[in-house]
């Protein structure tokens, strides 16, 4: 064994080596503040003779959440003779808090719970839809609009 310095001792099979780390600066590097959730309400109106009527069909939306689904009744048409449900179903949903405006992807329609479930977790088939807060958004033979926006 060597002695060096005054009462440092150095073996010659053994090594230790010590690392010393510094700790960041806080002010390069400012906290990220969460993303808001927002649950909107978005509204589904018809144009009735110049004015625009409720359906009373709201269709309800939670930011940052998965896929969302909903039904609906729908006449009859080419896979049923009478009246029966369609599902549909959103999901990639976003709120821009400074234009008021809600995006997401919709799927369906489909004509089962499970299969609307599997259609939008696989994103299949999807379509973008908007709406806001001040304008009637035509979507098919119907307009949305933003009824209400509650920060969760």
């Known amino acids: 064994m060597k002695r060096i310095a005054r009462n440092l001792l150095i073996f010659p099979s053994l090594a230790l080596f010590v690392l010393a780390c510094e700790k960041e600066d806080d002010s390069t590097n400012p906290p990220v503040e969460p993303t808001p959730t927002y649950r909107i309400t978005v509204g589904v109106f018809i144009l009735d003779g110049g004015d625009y009527t409720d359906q009373n069909k709201d269709l309800v939306f939670d930011t940052q959440e998965g896929c969302q689904s909903w039904s609906r009744t729908a006449q009859a048409d ?75």
């Open 78 to 152: 080419a896979h049923s003779s009478s009246a029966h449900l369609h599902f549909n179903a959103a999901k990639n949903t976003s709120y821009d808090n400074a234009s008021e405006t809600i995006a997401w992807m919709e799927y369906g329609p489909e004509l089962d719970q499970p299969s609307i479930d599997a259609t939008c977790n696989a994103g299949n088939n999807g379509a973008p839809k908007t709406a806001n807060k001040t304008d009637y958004t035509a979507d098919k033979n119907f307009f949305l609009r933003i009824k209400s926006v509650e920060e969760l």
